[in-house]
């Protein structure tokens, strides 16, 4: 009895990823990384990002882009993601901070969030913006 090889038992699209349930630490490390990049990839799509290095208002906007994503707030695994090290993250990721930046960065952050200039959106303002995506992709 011989084995014919040229028939596939498995095709490479049988398996997805929104197939897998991710869980505990892993559903947070895929949660974290993919805010990370996402926001990474908005930065970059501003013309002339790189002059924006330590602009506050940048610091400002990610940090209500995160204040406002889609971070579960009760994990059952018992991780908290750290918002302000998020932060850091994506600003380090796209600008490569030395020591001294991230300093300032992480004032300007604290300084941000105690002046309640970082804010949550209203749910009326986040279903209203849905619809509008909605409604644009029917």
Excluded at 25 to 46: A, E, F, G, M, P
Excluded at 87 to 115: P, T, W
């Amino acid at each position: 009895m011989y084995l014919y090889m040229a028939d596939n038992l498995f095709n490479v699209n049988d398996v997805s990823l929104s197939d897998i349930g991710y869980k505990n630490k892993l559903k947070s490390h895929n949660i974290y990384y993919t805010l990370i990049n996402q926001i990474s990839d908005l930065i970059t799509k501003i013309p002339e990002f790189n002059k924006l290095r330590c602009e506050t208002e940048l610091v400002r906007t990610v940090c209500n882009m995160i204040e406002n994503s889609n971070i579960p707030k009760n994990n059952l695994d018992g991780l908290k993601i750290d918002k302000k090290q998020l932060v850091l993250d994506c600003l380090q990721r796209v600008f490569n901070y030395n020591e001294q930046e991230k300093q300032i960065i992480s004032a300007m952050i604290d300084f941000l969030i105690s002046n309640k200039f970082v804010k949550k959106l209203s749910y009326y303002k986040l279903s209203k913006n849905f619809l509008k995506k909605y409604i644009k992709t029917k």
